[in-house]
């Protein structure tokens, strides 16, 4: 079946650091891609997506390339602040989202 | 509010009791999902409808959920004979179709006592 690995969290970031958060996934058929995030006390939020191999989701300063290739979907920002802090899903979808277990980002001032 | 409503909230249960919660997706779309999330795990996909046809059921489903959605509007999830282990967040989510961007309703988290 379908399946998503995320990298091992927390990932813990000064604020104005680089980060990289990297998804691999498997899926049947040609899957659109997400990433979702999970803030404290919140529902899941849509993130950013990308429909086709190349594409390039950005949202906030996030961003992520669909690389067909080698089916990863791996999530970057530049410059991380303290309001990012929470959890992030990467989620392939083909007749449905999967999820793995999130990656959870603390920044400290 | 044109987000996705699920009801109750919060719902507290003792063991064995039966349950059930509703979820409003955002209308005119035609996708309905139910996910499981406990604490620390991303969401466990439990069945999906295309309207009011139930196409998937997670393998992992016990026979004591069911789920229905009449007329392809509203749908709802009842779980009976209540167990411990089933105490987790209840997520709904819709999407216009397939591979459309899913929008998540804020959850019902269920507790069995």
């Known amino acids: 079946g379908d399946s998503v690995t995320q990298m091992e969290g927390p990932v813990t970031l000064s604020e104005e650091a680089f980060l990289t958060i990297n998804c691999t996934y498997t899926a049947t058929g040609y899957p659109s891609l997400f990433w979702y995030v999970q803030y404290p006390g919140e529902g899941l939020q849509l993130l950013l997506k990308?429909?086709?191999?190349?594409d390039k989701g950005s949202n906030k300063g996030f961003e992520a390339t669909y690389r067909k290739e080698t089916t990863s979907f791996h999530l970057e920002k530049g410059s991380v602040q303290v309001s990012d802090s929470a959890v992030y899903f990467c989620a392939p979808h083909t007749d449905k989202l999967i999820f793995g277990t999130g990656t959870r980002l603390q920044v400290f001032p | 509010d044109t987000g996705v409503s699920q009801n109750p909230r919060h719902k507290i249960t003792k063991r064995g009791q039966n349950v059930t919660f509703r979820c409003d997706p955002i209308?005119?779309?035609?996708?309905l999902y139910w996910y499981r999330q406990t604490l620390g795990q991303g969401p466990e996909f439990l069945t999906y409808f295309q309207n009011e046809a139930q196409l998937e059921k997670s393998r992992l489903l016990s026979d004591r959920f069911s789920a229905e959605r009449p007329k392809g509007s509203f749908s709802t999830l009842e779980i009976q004979r209540t167990e411990q282990g089933d105490s987790a967040m209840y997520l709904c989510?819709?999407?216009?179709?397939?591979?459309?961007?899913?929008?998540f309703g804020q959850g019902t988290r269920l507790t069995v006592v």
């Open positions: 990308a429909t086709k191999a190349d």
């Open positions: 989510a819709s999407s216009l179709d397939g591979r459309d961007v899913a929008f």
């Open positions: 209308s005119e779309h035609n996708r």
